[in-house]
């Protein structure tokens, strides 16, 4: 892979993709994991490799890493039988100074339901980087398990929506509202779960669901293409129906009646609404009422800049 710049006769923008390089370079991290060496970034605030985080920033380094396939088959390679995935793992210390074992700790946050496609958006990404369709074909299985998962199991799919569900947290945040029922954040899924629809993992699915039609093309299961694009479909105008309230996507949509008192869960715009648009669940007019209403927000209150992430 040739080394990538950017030129475009404006400093500002030449300088960003240098600068971004060099924020990078401060968290690649080199593991040895059970004699598989792996090559990754980590997040700034952990050691540990999340697939939420390689598959947000895969956005970034697939354009000079000339190794992107390790870390996506380590996610691969630890798949469970069931087909969920790990969050994230990580070879040292985590939680210093209390924890000191170098162990291997591979981590699953009950809560989290968008771990799965995640999985699947960071496969894409490297195959598109790469173009390496023998890779691309062992992997095929991984996200198919994957999916299955997410379709099938009661902790992550609604069957009376036909829609993929969650606890109570904010947006994609990982501990739930729990009533004051736990003293602590809570990570853990229980009998008392507040249940619901959250339009991020929609999306993200649907985006998922839309990519391994891509794949599949691209490796010549027609069928399995056809039947992700009809899915995808289907399941888009099930989600816009249930989850859109006219002006944006409802942070959560009750499976399990929950009433938060001060809280107006009506008005309550998450961080998720632009990926919707990103990620191509809200259609054209959908996108632009939601981008209005970002706006409308803006003028109204005092903040620096229209980031409303609640």
């Not at 500002?12 to 060496?37: H, T, W």
């Not at 170098?102 to 894409?124: G, I, L, M, S």
């Not at 991020?200 to 990519?211: K, M, N, P, V, W």
């Not at 054209?284 to 927000?297: D, G, L, P």
Request: with cysteine.
């Amino acid at each position: 892979m040739s080394d990538m710049f950017l030129k475009s006769g404006n400093a500002d923008i030449d300088v960003l993709f240098p600068r971004v390089k060099s924020f990078f370079a401060l968290n690649a991290v080199d593991y040895n994991v059970m004699g598989k060496k792996t090559h990754g970034y980590r997040d700034p605030d952990a050691p540990s490799i999340w697939i939420r985080g390689v598959a947000d920033s895969l956005r970034a380094y697939k354009y000079w890493e000339k190794d992107l396939k390790s870390i996506i088959d380590i996610f691969a390679e630890t798949q469970t039988a069931k087909g969920w995935l790990y969050d994230y793992f990580t070879m040292t210390p985590e939680k210093v100074p209390c924890e000191k074992e170098n162990w291997a700790k591979f981590v699953r946050v009950p809560n989290e339901a968008d771990v799965e496609f995640r999985f699947v958006k960071a496969v894409f990404q490297v195959w598109q980087a790469t173009g390496d369709d023998a890779w691309l074909k062992k992997m095929i299985l991984n996200m198919e398990r994957a999916l299955e998962y997410i379709l099938t199991d009661p902790w992550r799919w609604d069957k009376k929506t036909g829609l993929v569900k969650r606890s109570y947290t904010i947006d994609t945040w990982d501990f739930d509202y729990t009533a004051g029922r736990h003293k602590w954040l809570n990570f853990q899924i229980t009998d008392h779960t507040f249940w619901g629809i959250m339009h991020g993992d929609i999306s993200g699915y649907y985006e998922a669901f839309l990519l391994m039609s891509k794949m599949h093309a691209q490796v010549r299961n027609v069928k399995r293409s056809c039947y992700w694009k009809t899915f995808a479909a289907k399941f888009r105008a099930r989600a816009n129906k249930v989850c859109f309230n006219g002006r944006f996507y409802l942070h959560h949509v009750p499976l399990i009646p929950v009433k938060i008192d001060g809280v107006n869960e009506s008005e309550q715009l998450s961080l998720s609404n632009p990926m919707d648009i990103n990620r191509g669940l809200a259609t054209h007019k959908m996108a632009v009422s939601i981008i209005k209403e970002y706006q409308t927000r803006a003028a109204k209150s005092k903040s620096f800049a229209e980031w409303f992430s609640i």
